[in-house]
């Protein structure tokens, strides 16, 4: 149909005239609301972005000639990182008189995948670069999976902390309900812990 004719519908219509094919042997164009179609277009484009799962990479860097506790502490990040459900990047950087030594810093990246290896796998084995000898080790878990453990860890902790409350309170009521003697005793009680949380 001739571009004036499909114009003169379109206004008809109260639509927009929406060219789909260019490339086509004739063009193909398409009647519709095309701030409709630009917004259900957004809404799926936001959809696609909620349900996608951003792995980040988080670095951390050790020397070969690391203290045990550094070491022990530096793979209690490497845990955490990784019951997170991100992936972690282990980079052992050497200096002078090391660089000859790679076997050191090999040794050290094996111990580390071994003390973590029930949170995670080595996806991508050590290797010299340079100055620094890098090995990647990815999490088990999803980071969806890791948020929802996390969630109900949470959950579980609010819980234990209300049912806790419930019981101390059930007891002053106890104590109230008791008489004079019992609410002298709880009024001691309760300064004798203030006494020790004030020294």
């Known amino acids: ?11 008809e219509a109260d639509l927009d005239l ?4 260019p490339q086509g042997r004739p063009p193909v164009c398409k009647l519709m609301d095309y701030g409709k179609f630009k917004y259900e277009n957004a809404q799926k484009a936001r959809e696609s972005r909620r ?18 506790h550094d ?14 459900g991100d992936k ?7 200096r002078g008189r090391e660089q000859h030594r790679p076997e050191l810093g ?3 990246l094996q111990k580390l995948a071994e003390d973590v290896q029930e949170l995670g796998f080595v996806e991508s084995s050590p290797k010299q670069d340079g100055r620094n000898m890098t090995m990647v080790i990815g999490p088990h878990k ?3 999976d890791a948020k929802l453990d996390a969630d109900a860890a949470r959950a579980s902790k609010e819980q234990a902390r209300a049912d806790r409350k419930a019981e101390e309170d059930a007891e002053r009521e106890a104590a109230h309900a ?17 006494a020790d949380i004030d020294v």
């Open 88 to 94: 972690v990047k282990i980079t052992i950087m050497f």
């Open 106 to 108: 090999f040794r050290l």
């Open 1 to 11: 149909m001739p571009t004036d004719q499909a114009l003169k519908l379109a206004v």
């Open 178 to 194: 008791a008489g004079p003697v019992a609410q002298k005793k709880e009024r001691r009680r309760s300064e004798n812990l203030d």
């Open 71 to 84: 070491y022990e502490t530096k793979k209690g990040h490497v845990v955490r990182f990784l019951g997170a």
């Open 18 to 21: 929406v060219e789909i094919a």
């Open 142 to 144: 999803k980071k969806a």
């Open 51 to 68: 349900n996608q799962t951003n792995v980040i990479i988080k670095e951390m860097k050790l020397r070969p000639k690391i203290d045990k």
